[in-house]
């Protein structure tokens, strides 16, 4: 797995064994309901033109990264959406590709250190959940 950030082409390499937690807890059609004076029910429906939650979780037993990893991923997270800015490039080891930001309306970086105490070493490894939003 993949992601590249888009205004500069640096790219990190993630573990292809993140798992994407709310892949299937999403769905493209949005409708409202409201009922009119009359009392008939009136249903308007689209579909979204983007938003989809993508959440990237480790297990406690793997997809680890290291500090380093981590401290790229947080530098990034911090970069605010912009046309030119904070868009990344998210790729799968089986060929899907989206095109994401971080999402700041969530805390869009977790990490832990896997040994339970502070990690000092760019070596030092750390679980991780990732959260973005397909743009």
Do not use: C
Request: aromatic share 8%.
């Amino acid at each position: 797995m993949q992601l590249k950030n888009l205004a500069d082409e640096v790219a990190v390499l993630l573990p292809d064994d993140l798992l994407w937690t709310d892949e299937h807890a999403w769905s493209p059609a949005v409708a409202s309901t409201s009922y009119l004076i009359t009392g008939a029910l009136l249903i308007q429906s689209a579909l979204r033109q983007a938003g989809r939650p993508i959440t990237l979780m480790g297990a406690p037993d793997m997809a680890w990264v290291t500090r380093a990893t981590v401290e790229q991923l947080r530098a990034w997270a911090a970069i605010p959406v912009s046309a030119a800015s904070g868009r990344f490039a998210l790729t799968f080891a089986d060929g899907r590709a989206f095109t994401v930001a971080f999402r700041h309306g969530d805390t869009p970086i977790e990490s832990e250190p896997v040994l339970g105490i502070p990690a000092r070493s760019g070596g030092d490894f750390y679980r991780l959940t990732l959260r973005f939003l397909e743009i």
